[in-house]
């Protein structure tokens, strides 16, 4: 019942910012869980960020702390992810996420935790 688009991909350099932005539709019902994940070639699909359906509770991979922003703007359906300070090792396919249930398990970095995905948006990060 929830379509998830991403957008705000591109080509940046070392040390540049790229914000990431991902539109809910369908029956929402408001919004869940929400998060990004990222998969770069040849590599398994990666957790990046998650954000609780108020926005006031987030958390990201070790890899990404201090340089990304998860936020959400509940009355447009969007989610966002601010990326500063990127670097080649950010190059990957991002992925917007959603949870279908308000419960909660483990610490929700998994695939399977949720069941909603986006199309994904391309972000490559030369030297």
């Known amino acids: 019942q929830v379509q998830l688009v991403e957008s705000g991909g591109g080509l940046v350099q070392a040390g540049g910012s790229l914000r990431l932005t991902c539109v809910a539709s369908g029956r929402t019902f408001g919004s869940n869980l929400m998060g990004w994940f990222r998969q770069a070639p040849g590599q398994e699909r990666k957790f990046v960020a998650r954000?609780?359906?108020?926005?006031?509770?987030?958390y990201y991979t070790d890899s990404v702390k201090g340089r990304f922003t998860i936020s959400r703007d509940n009355a447009k359906n969007t989610v966002y992810l601010q990326m500063n300070s990127l670097a080649p090792e950010d190059t990957a396919v991002y992925y917007c996420?959603?949870?279908?249930?308000?419960?909660?398990?483990?610490?929700?970095?998994?695939?399977?935790?949720?069941?909603?995905w986006g199309q994904g948006t391309q972000v490559t990060v030369s030297s």
């Open positions: 954000i609780s359906s108020s926005g006031r509770n987030t």
């Open positions: 996420v959603a949870r279908s249930s308000v419960f909660i398990r483990g610490t929700m970095t998994e695939v399977d935790d949720y069941d909603y």
